[in-house]
């Protein structure tokens, strides 16, 4: 991005007062942004511990740890505090840059002005509003002794520390004229949201999409995007009132399922650190290697076989971007059809168990986890035959590896052992009852974490795998707790009433309404993130599908689906700029590239739902 820079002094001369104040201020950011990745790091070891104590004490002792649960909870929204200022100028921030790109100079900057002010409301929202929730509430916690307010202390100190991090990435990089601009607009927009009222005839769920799409094109972090634009939806007449806001954001981010996500992430990362990971590779190499497109199609098996452990597609996009991207192209593969199988077979992670996307669904939908983990085996099983076909329709490069013996296929699969039993703790853990899915997830993390220990995995390497988790869990937990003030004014709006009445319109047939669903699926994941959508569209829709008499669980595995076919589509199609940050190749190459492979998963969505349909007992 092309930005106002600090014009260097001249070589041995001393530095002017904004090279110092540049130097400064970019000294405290890297050490504000180093003690915050720590502090996330600790938490979450903590956390960890905490759901480990309770699971031990439960089965081994027979006892209980009161008071586990409110106390993970808690720290989960002191985990996400914390790391909330860690995301907004990283790949974390979920940022829709791809149009602010094509800016000359001067309208990137003003682009950059306007995304930093939504930042400032949403850190005055979380620092104001919890304050006044604070002066307002009374009580303690009856299993912790805590106060209540507590809580929303942990996302005020969050607001604030965000609000400082924008001021010294703007002065660490020498746009004090930005700063003050960013600061003027979001300070007037902020005071303007409380006292204005605006004589306009417009839904304010409406007028908070319009808002937040504004923030989207001007590339603000989307949590901040939703949080900004649900306070300044109160002029045009929003019931939700400043701390409402807040405390709706703490509440979305207060549940005990949710904790599985960090340790998910926390899973991934250790396997992939502790080399677990290049033994799956390995063992797809033995069984596809030898076969036409034989390096593409161990691409994806790798996905099929990492998607158990990792649960995150951005994670294997990264995986993948770095480890077979070299390889592919040195074996003859344009280097975009390379990024583009990488990326496609990347959406596998959060279809198969574990899934970081069905954890979501179930939390905002109350679905069975168990019983969507299920049909995620069988939704990723036609998704990667359906990438299998279209990567041998497609790709002409011969492998020029030789068939392995059945004794070498056996000492692949032998030391993939580790990470396959990854699997097993999780799927059947949760299914057969024996613990929660967030324990589950705790006892996965536990298991990657003992084979890094026995791997002799470097202190470093551990505290890293720590960090990144800590800060990538902050960042979702975010988006799940600002994107329900939107969800609620969706709800207020009676908004699941016009899309019934829609499909109404065409029949209300469980075919029409799939494929109504399907359609605003498709188009909302060409703008949102899979986990905003999930958030705000799989309440609306589930209502609508399990009246037309669609199984719901059915129908949350095809919307998952959908929303991830939107994480390979422009403009948003995070997969794809993941896999282009990570190879330096263009986005539009691989956004041309992934064409056929993203007809072959619409055609995979198109059979799951056929699925869904034959299984109505009136339809068959």
Request: charged letters at 10%; aromatic letters at 6%.
């Given at each position: 991005?092309?930005?106002?820079?600090?014009?260097?002094?001249?070589?041995?001369?001393?530095?002017?007062?904004?090279?110092?104040?540049?130097?400064?201020?970019?000294?405290?950011?890297?050490?504000?942004?180093?003690?915050?990745?720590?502090?996330?790091?600790?938490?979450?070891?903590?956390?960890?511990?905490?759901?480990?104590?309770?699971?031990?004490?439960?089965?081994?002792?027979?006892?209980?740890?009161?008071?586990?649960?409110?106390?993970?909870?808690?720290?989960?929204?002191?985990?996400?505090?914390?790391?909330?200022?860690?995301?907004?100028?990283?790949?974390?921030?979920?940022?829709?840059?791809?149009?602010?790109?094509?800016?000359?100079?001067?309208?990137?900057?003003?682009?950059?002005?306007?995304?930093?002010?939504?930042?400032?409301?949403?850190?005055?929202?979380?620092?104001?509003?919890?304050?006044?929730?604070?002066?307002?509430?009374?009580?303690?916690?009856?299993?912790?002794?805590?106060?209540?307010?507590?809580?929303?202390?942990?996302?005020?100190?969050?607001?604030?520390?965000?609000?400082?991090?924008?001021?010294?990435?703007?002065?660490?990089?020498?746009?004090?004229?930005?700063?003050?601009?960013?600061?003027?607009?979001?300070?007037?927009?902020?005071?303007?949201?409380?006292?204005?009222?605006?004589?306009?005839?417009?839904?304010?769920?409406?007028?908070?999409?319009?808002?937040?799409?504004?923030?989207?094109?001007?590339?603000?972090?989307?949590?901040?995007?939703?949080?900004?634009?649900?306070?300044?939806?109160?002029?045009?007449?929003?019931?939700?009132?400043?701390?409402?806001?807040?405390?709706?954001?703490?509440?979305?981010?207060?549940?005990?399922?949710?904790?599985?996500?960090?340790?998910?992430?926390?899973?991934?990362?250790?396997?992939?650190?502790?080399?677990?990971?290049?033994?799956?590779?390995?063992?797809?190499?033995?069984?596809?290697?030898?076969?036409?497109?034989?390096?593409?199609?161990?691409?994806?098996?790798?996905?099929?076989?990492?998607?158990?452990?990792?649960?995150?597609?951005?994670?294997?996009?990264?995986?993948?971007?770095?480890?077979?991207?070299?390889?592919?192209?040195?074996?003859?593969?344009?280097?975009?059809?390379?990024?583009?199988?990488?990326?496609?077979?990347?959406?596998?992670?959060?279809?198969?168990?574990?899934?970081?996307?069905?954890?979501?669904?179930?939390?905002?939908?109350?679905?069975?986890?168990?019983?969507?983990?299920?049909?995620?085996?069988?939704?990723?099983?036609?998704?990667?035959?359906?990438?299998?076909?279209?990567?041998?329709?497609?790709?002409?490069?011969?492998?020029?590896?030789?068939?392995?013996?059945?004794?070498?296929?056996?000492?692949?699969?032998?030391?993939?052992?580790?990470?396959?039993?990854?699997?097993?703790?999780?799927?059947?853990?949760?299914?057969?009852?024996?613990?929660?899915?967030?324990?589950?997830?705790?006892?996965?993390?536990?298991?990657?974490?003992?084979?890094?220990?026995?791997?002799?995995?470097?202190?470093?390497?551990?505290?890293?795998?720590?960090?990144?988790?800590?800060?990538?869990?902050?960042?979702?937990?975010?988006?799940?707790?600002?994107?329900?003030?939107?969800?609620?004014?969706?709800?207020?709006?009676?908004?699941?009433?016009?899309?019934?009445?829609?499909?109404?319109?065409?029949?209300?047939?469980?075919v029409a309404v799939l494929l109504l669903s399907n359609l605003i699926l498709l188009v909302v994941g060409l703008v949102l993130d899979i986990g905003a959508a999930i958030l705000l569209f799989g309440p609306l829709l589930l209502p609508?599908?399990?009246?037309?008499?669609?199984?719901?669980?059915?129908?949350?595995?095809?919307?998952?689906?959908?929303?991830?076919?939107?994480?390979?589509?422009?403009?948003?199609?995070?997969?794809?700029?993941?896999?282009?940050?990570?190879?330096?190749?263009?986005?539009?190459?691989?956004?041309?590239?992934?064409?056929?492979?993203?007809?072959?998963?619409?055609?995979?969505?198109?059979?799951?739902?056929?699925?869904?349909?034959?299984?109505?007992?009136?339809?068959?």
């Amino acid at each position: 991005m092309i930005l106002e820079a600090t014009k260097p002094s001249p070589p041995g001369a001393r530095p002017g007062f904004r090279d110092a104040v540049a130097i400064r201020a970019g000294l405290v950011l890297s050490r504000l942004e180093t003690g915050l990745g720590a502090l996330c790091a600790g938490i979450l070891a903590l956390l960890l511990a905490v759901v480990l104590l309770s699971v031990g004490l439960r089965y081994g002792l027979g006892s209980a740890f009161l008071g586990s649960d409110e106390l993970a909870i808690w720290l989960h929204v002191a985990l996400i505090a914390i790391g909330a200022p860690l995301s907004i100028h990283s790949a974390l921030a979920m940022r829709l840059d791809v149009l602010t790109r094509l800016l000359p100079a001067a309208g990137q900057r003003a682009a950059l002005v306007l995304a930093d002010s939504f930042v400032i409301v949403g850190g005055l929202v979380l620092v104001f509003g919890g304050g006044e929730i604070i002066a307002m509430l009374g009580g303690v916690s009856p299993t912790l002794g805590l106060p209540e307010w507590v809580r929303f202390a942990f996302l005020g100190l969050g607001g604030a520390l965000t609000l400082l991090v924008v001021v010294l990435k703007h002065l660490s990089e020498g746009r004090a004229w930005l700063l003050l601009a960013v600061l003027v607009i979001g300070t007037t927009l902020y005071i303007g949201g409380d006292s204005l009222v605006l004589p306009v005839c417009l839904p304010p769920s409406l007028a908070l999409g319009l808002i937040a799409l504004v923030g989207l094109v001007v590339a603000a972090p989307l949590p901040f995007a939703f949080l900004a634009a649900a306070y300044l939806a109160i002029p045009f007449g929003s019931s939700m009132p400043e701390p409402a806001m807040v405390a709706s954001v703490v509440s979305g981010m207060s549940k005990f399922l949710l904790l599985a996500i960090p340790f998910f992430l926390l899973a991934g990362g250790l396997l992939t650190a502790s080399g677990v990971a290049g033994q799956l590779v390995r063992f797809a190499a033995a069984l596809v290697g030898h076969k036409r497109a034989g390096l593409a199609q161990t691409t994806l098996l790798t996905s099929v076989l990492f998607s158990g452990a990792s649960g995150s597609s951005v994670a294997n996009a990264a995986f993948g971007a770095s480890t077979f991207q070299p390889e592919l192209v040195k074996r003859g593969y344009p280097p975009a059809q390379a990024g583009a199988i990488i990326a496609a077979t990347s959406v596998l992670d959060n279809v198969i168990p574990p899934s970081i996307a069905f954890l979501i669904l179930a939390a905002a939908t109350n679905l069975s986890v168990g019983s969507l983990l299920v049909g995620g085996f069988v939704a990723g099983a036609v998704m990667a035959v359906a990438l299998a076909v279209a990567i041998h329709l497609t790709v002409r490069v011969r492998s020029a590896e030789a068939r392995t013996t059945p004794a070498e296929r056996r000492n692949a699969a032998i030391a993939a052992i580790p990470a396959f039993g990854l699997g097993v703790i999780v799927v059947a853990g949760i299914r057969l009852g024996v613990v929660t899915t967030t324990e589950a997830a705790a006892l996965a993390a536990l298991y990657t974490l003992l084979i890094g220990l026995f791997g002799r995995l470097s202190a470093h390497s551990l505290y890293a795998a720590f960090r990144q988790a800590g800060a990538e869990a902050s960042a979702i937990g975010l988006l799940i707790g600002t994107a329900a003030p939107f969800a609620f004014l969706l709800a207020v709006d009676d908004i699941s009433g016009l899309v019934a009445s829609l499909a109404d319109s065409f029949g209300g047939s469980p075919v029409a309404v799939l494929l109504l669903s399907n359609l605003i699926l498709l188009v909302v994941g060409l703008v949102l993130d899979i986990g905003a959508a999930i958030l705000l569209f799989g309440p609306l829709l589930l209502p609508l599908a399990v009246a037309a008499g669609i199984d719901p669980i059915h129908f949350g595995v095809i919307l998952v689906v959908n929303l991830m076919i939107g994480g390979l589509t422009p403009p948003v199609g995070m997969l794809v700029y993941v896999v282009s940050g990570v190879t330096k190749l263009p986005a539009g190459s691989l956004f041309r590239a992934i064409l056929p492979y993203l007809f072959a998963l619409v055609v995979a969505l198109a059979l799951l739902s056929a699925g869904a349909i034959l299984a109505i007992p009136s339809v068959r």
